[in-house]
């Protein structure tokens, strides 16, 4: 008899915090029957934009004909959202059998420590993805790349997303330090294929490729116009790259097999009441600052009546928020468990997700341009406020002024 989603026994995991390192992730992938390993398997790596070329790529195979399983993190709404097949959540009982599955296996003394919440996910998405006969699996590194628990499950094709800074504190103080993480991923006779990277990042990913022999093409500029499509223009790059790989898969793969939106979160603008929402998932300060341009463009007069943020981990918000706060007209920082101290100039704190999803519907309902970014923990529950599907949020319609993937020239509408 199929039991009822206990998520609470999962999610206490989390508690324990990152757990790096992949002995006792494959020694319980091991006890468990490796599952997926007859699956081919694409891994992808970097700092922004991987999430979404995990998106754009599982939905191309997909429409190529292929049986696909998507792994990705973090969740908006629903942990579900994480496993995908052929871009499709997982039943929550499916998911949730799979993860009772990997929990029987998960403190086992044999093991050389307890399995972190993410090291049980990734592990029950590969058993869901077994027991559905996925033909490929797209897995989203969580964190790094060199121990990361997806790197269970070798992959012949590695994309690297932009490699910027964020998560100092456990993969290195500098962009160096960071792209070797993410570089450590690669694997003898890989194909591996990269974004244009800042220098420092591009240097430590030939070296390593040199180092172990893989196969290195970093995409061109000229690649990434050719397929940018109706997407954010910091995100012409998840496209191209989705596409690189996935012609290693299907070679007669063209850019009409990407999908029309980027996942939910990216600059995703809901209407609501006479004004509009615009949700973005950008917690580091890339991701920060493509969306205060987007921002620039989108609001009219090229600010937005209320911006709502929130940060996790203890960091310094407000230099990381300081590109929002000069295109908010009024502003508010969201109290989040985990989340940084509120940054000074940051007027307003409010006590949690859903007291910013009341004041977001607010605002908006009466005809304001509102902004709701930093970590999935707010834009989630905000997006559920507001009763915007995932799966249903369009991308916001306004240009980067400063990026020549501009795609669309018109002033937005409003009111």
């Known amino acids: 008899m199929t039991s009822s989603p206990d998520w609470p026994r999962l999610f206490a995991r989390r508690a324990a915090g990152i757990r790096l390192g992949l002995e006792p992730v494959r020694a319980a992938y091991e006890r468990l029957g490796r599952p997926g390993a007859g699956a081919r398997a694409v891994h992808l790596v970097g700092t922004n934009g991987k999430g979404s070329t995990a998106h754009a790529l599982s939905h191309a195979l997909s429409r190529a004909g292929l049986r696909v399983g998507g792994y990705t993190s973090p969740h908006l709404v629903s942990v579900t959202e994480r496993v995908r097949l052929d871009g499709a959540p997982a039943d929550e009982r499916t998911l949730w059998e799979a993860c009772r599955a990997v929990l029987a296996v ?10 972190s919440f993410f090291e049980v996910l990734t592990l029950a998405a590969l058993r869901v993805f077994d027991r559905a006969g996925v033909e490929v699996v797209v897995l989203e590194a969580g964190l790094g790349g060199r121990l990361d ?6 992959a012949a094709h590695l994309g690297v997303a932009r490699i910027g800074l964020d998560h100092q504190a456990v993969l290195g ?11 450590g991923a690669m694997l003898p006779g890989q ?9 420092e990042a591009a240097t430590v990913l030939r070296d390593r490729a040199r180092a172990v022999g893989a196969s290195l093409a970093f995409l061109t500029p000229c690649e990434i116009e050719a397929v940018r499509g109706p997407w954010p223009a910091h995100l012409a790059g998840a496209r191209a790259l989705a596409l690189a790989l996935g012609r ?7 850019p009409a097999d990407l999908p029309a939106s980027p996942p939910p979160g990216r600059l995703s603008v809901v209407p609501f009441g006479r004004g509009r929402v615009l949700a973005d998932v950008a917690h580091n300060a890339d991701g920060i600052g493509a969306c205060a341009r987007m921002v620039g463009r989108w609001a009219v007069g090229g600010r937005a009546d209320l911006v709502l943020a929130a940060v996790l981990r203890p960091r ?5 928020l300081r590109p929002l706060a000069a295109v908010a007209r009024h502003r508010a920082y969201v109290s989040l468990p985990e989340a940084a101290a509120p940054p000074a100039g940051w007027p307003v704190v409010l006590p949690g997700a859903a007291a910013a999803g009341d004041l977001a519907a607010r605002w908006a309902r009466r005809g304001g341009d509102v902004v709701v970014a930093g970590s999935f923990r707010l834009v989630g529950p905000v997006l559920a406020r507001l009763g915007a599907s ?6 916001a319609d306004a240009v980067d002024p400063q990026d020549p993937g501009a795609f669309l020239e018109r002033p937005p509408a409003h009111g």
């Open 191 to 199: 194909r591996v294929f990269s974004v244009p990277q800042p220098a």
């Open 248 to 254: 290693c898969l299907v070679p007669a793969l063209s």
């Open 173 to 183: 103080p500098d962009l160096a330090s960071i792209a070797a993480e993410k570089a």
């Open 390 to 395: 995932p799966v249903e949020v369009g991308v």
């Open 316 to 320: 310094e918000a407000g230099a990381l």
């Open 149 to 154: 628990a997806t790197r269970v499950l070798p």
């Open 106 to 115: 998960a403190d086992d003394p044999a093991l050389p420590r307890p399995l």
